[in-house]
């Protein structure tokens, strides 16, 4: 059994186009695809926790929309012993997008432990297996649903 609980929270950043911004990143000396966003910290709401990630991951200031979907199954955390509780809200930018955008998976700038870049991937051309973690897949599989 998992030894604490991880609240996470994600953004589902939807363009005119119809396509899901996506985040490549490197890590723990693992690659994964996963939506923007990461965890809760102590004392912090899910709103303010998801604005605070868009912030800190691509300096772009995102309103919620409403909430998509919370975990209902059991995940354990890829990275340690903790049981995985994910929040995803659909989320608008209000401010503009002034990061660089990637056309191939895994295409970062530079070097280190931690590398991170970000795709628009048409919600037409998404599929489970484009993203790494359970509670992503089905996420993608309920995206899939609306189209």
């Known amino acids: 059994m998992a030894g604490y609980f991880n609240v996470r929270v994600y953004g589902l950043l939807i363009n005119d186009d119809n396509e899901v911004l996506v985040s490549d990143e490197q890590e723990y000396g693992m690659r994964f695809i996963k939506f923007p966003g990461g965890g809760l910290e102590l004392g912090e709401g899910l709103a303010d926790g998801l604005k605070r990630e868009f912030v800190e991951e691509c300096d772009l200031q995102v309103e919620i929309i409403d909430h998509f979907y919370t ?48 795709r628009w991937v048409k919600l037409d051309d998404l599929y489970p297996e484009h993203v790494t973690f359970p509670a992503d897949k089905r996420v993608v599989e309920l995206l899939r649903e609306q189209l």
């Open 71 to 118: 975990t209902d199954f059991y995940v354990l955390s890829a990275f340690n012993n903790s049981q995985i509780i994910s929040v995803y809200y659909k989320v608008k930018s209000i401010s503009p997008i002034n990061f660089t955008i990637k056309t191939v998976e895994y295409d970062f700038d530079g070097e280190g432990d931690v590398l991170q870049a970000f």
